[in-house]
C-alpha cells in the first residue's frame, strides 16, 4: 500500500507545542522539595596523581551537606565494555583539565562554589602529552597503565589485494589531512537530579530515580547499577525533553553518576547541572583526526585501490574510541564500489577531555579527505567530479569487500538530483574568479547491526495497550531528543491501527515504564524502534481485527483500517471513499467523542440488533476486541538480521548495518582572496532516507546536518594550549550564527528499504559528512586551493592562497605569544578555574593587567 | 548576603519575592516563579536562551539584575501564548520545524515576536539580522525562516478574516 493516511505528510511534532510555550520540562527544569544543588570540583592539570584531598574546611561551611570524592564510588565504567577505564571522581590521577576531583552538595549553588574553594588537593603534575603522535612514542608516565604507548587501540584490515590494486591504477593521490576536534555543543548543559527513596520493608535506603538529560537511558541504568553496586531493578533513569545531544549525551557523563553519588552521602535529591565551560570539558566529540591516504584510479575514474592510515587523538578515556577508530575505516566501504581497502587505525590517548561519538560517529573526517583526493583525481584525469562519483557505484543489492551488506540505494538519484538542482553542468566552471562549486557525497549506517554489549537481545521492543476509551498507548523506551523520535512512534502507530494521531499517546524513555531500547544514537531509532513499533501495532491489529471481523460476518484478512474505523474492503455501499457510508461515519464520531459513554452503549446495541455491519468505528472495534480476547496489548521487537551483521574479522562487528543512507550535496562557495574568508552561498543536498515519515522532519534533519558540517568545515574548533581548551564558549567556539548560515536547499531520495519501517532508513547523520568536502572541493573550484586543514579560517585560506602564490605566510601571533600554537586564538570566555590554572605565558594577552599595555587604555 | 523584598511584574502578573541583590532576573524566573521556559545555554550571554521582553525589549534575563526589573513589564514565553492557545509564531514554529530539540525555541520566539511587532513584514535579511543574537544548534535556522513567514501570513489572514 502506498497510500498512506498519517506518514508521509508534514506534521508538526507531537510534543511540539511543548517546547514553544516553554512548558516542556527539560531536566534542569524540574524540582524536588529538599533538593541540594551540586557542583562538582575540576582539575587545573592535564596529568597529575592525587596526593592528597582535604574537604574538612570545606565540610565545615554552614550550608554544605555532604562531599564526596573518588573513594566513593571506586568501580570503573565506560561506556564499551572494553573501555571500563573512567571513574566519576578521580581515584588517584587526573588525566585532563577538568577532570573531576569532587563534589559538593549544598543548600544553594552560592554556597556550593564557596565550599569548592576550600577543598585543598595536593597534586603531583606528571608529564602530559597533547600530540598524538608524540603520545604514541611515550614509554613512561603513561596516561593509563595497561595501555602501552598510550595507545587505546589499533586495528590492520586488508580487503582484497591493494597491491594488485595500487599496481593496476593509472593515477594515484597521496597526501596528508588533518581535521580539527570539534565538540556537539547541544544548547541543553548536561544536567541530572538523583533522588533515593526510604525502602517501606526496611526502612533503609532503597530505590534510586535519576532524570537526566540523556540518549541512553538504558546504558545508564546498567552502569549506575554497576558503580553504585545496585541491582538494576533498584534503579529508575527518566528521560525529560533533552535540549539536543548530536552524540555528547549518548555515552554516561561523569555528573549523571556523580549526582547520585552525591545524593546517597547527602540522603537528600541533589541536581547538579553543567556550566557550558563544563561541559565543553565533558566533550566526548569528534577527535582530531591525521588521515594519512592513497588512492588509485583507472584512466577510466574506477578507484582500485584505497589506503588509509587513520591517528585519533582520543583524548584521556576510551569512550566509545575503538568504536570511532572502527567507523573510520569500515565507513570506506557501501559508498562506492572500492575493491581493495588497506587501513591501518590507532586510537591514541592524550591528556585532553574524552572524545566520543558524534554525528556521524567516526566517518566524517575520513570522509573530508576521500572526498577531497577523489576531486583531485578527477582533476588528474579530466574527468567531471560528479561523473567519477556515478562511475564507482555499487550494483546493491551486494555485499561489500569488507562486508557491509547494501540493498537499497538512494546514491545515484542523489547525485542526478543535485546536478540537476544545482545547475552543475551549466555552470561549474563557468562562475567569475572566486567563486566555485564543488560536489561530494556521503552514507550512514540506520543503527549499528551489532550492539555495544554483546548479546542476542532485541535492539528495541515497544508495548502497545489499548484501552476502551480507544486510546493507544505506545510504550517505548527510544529517546526523543529532538529529533522527532516520539513522533515517527505516534506515526507508525496510528498509520498501522489506521486510527488518528490524536488517539495515539507516547510514554517514552523510563526504564520503570518502557521496554528495553538501546538509545538513541548511530542514528538507530526510525530503523529499530520504528520496527518494533511496526511490529507491536501489527501484532494489536491482527486481535483487533479477528474481533471485528467476527462481528461483521467476514474474514479478518478482508478489514481495512483507516480513518479511525474499520471497514470490508468491499463494502456493499461503497458510496464514501474507501467504502465507507459518510454519513454514518460522522455519527459514530460524534456518538463517540462528544456525547460518551452511555450514548455509544446504546448505539452499540442499536447496531446489534441491526446485524452485521461492513464497517465499525474504531472504538467500536477496540471494545469488540477487549470483550473477545479480555485484554488487549501487543508487543514487538527488533533485532537486526544475522546477514547484516557483518564479517568474522577482528574489529568487523562496527560498521554493518541494516541499511545505509545515501547522500550527495553540491555547495557553492565563494573566497575573499584578501582575507582568505569563505562564505557558503548555497548548498544543494540530496538525501536517500528510504521514505520520509514526516517530510518537514526529514527536510529539518539534512538542513541541520549540512549546517553542522558548515561549521566544522569553516568556524568550529577547539583550541588547545597546553591542554587547556582556550575557546569554551558558544562565541568563542564559533557555532555559526543565522547570518553566517548559507540557503539550504534540502532533497528527499525515497529509495524505499525492504527491511525499514515502510521503507523508511536514516536522515539525521549521512548528510553532514558531504558538507565538508563539498565546501573544501568548491573552495578548490574557486581559487585553484587544496586545503589539507579543517577547518578552511580565514589564516588557513590565506596561507594556502599565499603559498600558491610563492609569498610569505603570515603569522597571526608574531609577537604576542611565542609559546602558542600557530592556530591560537584570543582567550575570550569565561573564568578558568577562579585563577587556579597553570601560570600563563608573560606574553599572553590575557595576563596582560592595568591599562599600560592595552592600546585603547580600557 | 542578605535578601531584599522586590516586586516584580511578570506576564501581566505582580510578585512580591525576596531576592539577593546579586539575583539575576533568569534565576528569579526560574527559581522563585518557576517559570522555567527561559532556559540558561551559556555562561557568559552568548545563546539567547534565555531572552525575556523587558517592556518589549528583548533582553538577556542572564545578565539582568532582577532587583533592577522593578516597575517595568517583564513578558517571559509562558506570557505569549493567550487564552490556552498558542499564538500564531508558536503553532508555525510546531508545523515548520522551527523547534526540534525546543531548547533555544523560547528565546527565539521571544526575539521573534519584537521582531514581527517592530516590522511587521520583515525580509530575510531582517529575520536573519533580528535572529543573530540567538543560537541554535538543530535547525541551521532555514525553518525558522519558513516559520516566521507563516506566522506572518497567519496572522494577516486572521486580522482579514477579523474585519
Redesign the interface.
Known sequence: MTDFSIIGK????V????????????T??L?LPGMLVGRILHSPFPHARIKRIDTSRAAALDGVVAIVTGKDAPNPYGILPVGHDEHALALDKVRYVGDNVACVAAIDE?TADQALELIDVEYEVLPAYFDPEESMKAEADLIHDNKPHNLEKDYHHVFGDPDKGFADADHVAEARFIANEVT??????HSTLAQFEIDSQTGKRGRLTVWSSTQVPYYLQHKLSLVLEMPMAQIRVIKP??????GGKSEVIPLEIIAAIAARAARAPVKI?Y???EVFWAHRGRPRTIIDLKTCVKNDGRITAVKARVIQDGGAYCSYGVVTILYSGALLGALYDIPNIQYDGYRVLTNKPACGAMRGHGTVNVRFAFESQLDELAAKINLDPADIRQRNLLQPPCVTVNGLRVQSYGLPECIEKVVERSGWKQRKGKLPRSRGLGIACSHYVSGAANSIIRSDMPHSTVNIKIDRDGGVVVYTGASE????SDTMTAQIAAETLGCSLGRVKIVAADTDLTPIDIGSYSSRVTFMAGNATLRAAEQVKKQIAAAAARKMSCAPEELIFRDDSVFRKNGHVGTAAFGRPAEQGSSASVSGRVEGQILRGSLQQKRKDEGPKDWMTFEEAVVAAIDFHGALTGTGSYAPPPEARGGKHKGGGVGPSPAYSYSAQVAEVSVDEETGEVTVHKVWAAHDCGRALNP??V??QI??S???GMGQALTEEMVWKDGMLMNP???EYR?P???E?P??EPIIVESIDPEGPFGAKECSEGSLAATIPAIANAIYDAVGVRLHEVPFTPERVLAALRAQRGQKKINLTEGIDPTAPAKFREHG??LWFRGKGPERHPLDPARREGPAEAAGGD | ?KKELIELRVNSRSYELAVEPSKLLLDAL?QDL???????????S??G?CTVQVDGVPMLSCTMLAASCERQEIT???G??GHGS?AA???A?????G????????GF?MTVTHLLAENPRPTEED???A??????????????YQAIKAAIEAEQKGMAEAR
Open positions: 508534514p506534521i508538526a511534532m510534543d511540539a507545542a511543548g517546547k514553544t510555550t516553554g512548558s516542556g520540562k527539560y534542569d527544569d524540582n552560592a556537539h555543543a547541544a544548547m541543553e548543559p525533553l533533552v535540549g539536543g545531544g548530536f547541572t556550566t557550558r565551560e531528543i529532538g529529533q522527532g518537514v522532519s527536510e529539518g538542513i541541520g549540512v549546517w553542522m564558549g558558544l562565541l557555532s550564527s543565522s547570518v548560515s540557503e539550504v570566555g569565561s | 548576603m526560574r518557576q517559570l522555567t521556559g527561559s532556559k540558561r545555554g551559556c555562561d557568559d552568548s545563546c536562551a517571559t514565553i509562558e505569549v501564548s498558542l509564531i508558536q503553532k514554529y510546531g508545523d515548520w520545524g523547534a526540534q530539540c525546543g531548547f533555544c525555541t523560547p520566539i529575520i536573519r539580522g535572529l543573530s543574537g540567538n543560537l541554535c544548534r538543530c535547525t541551521g535556522y532555514s525553518q525558522m
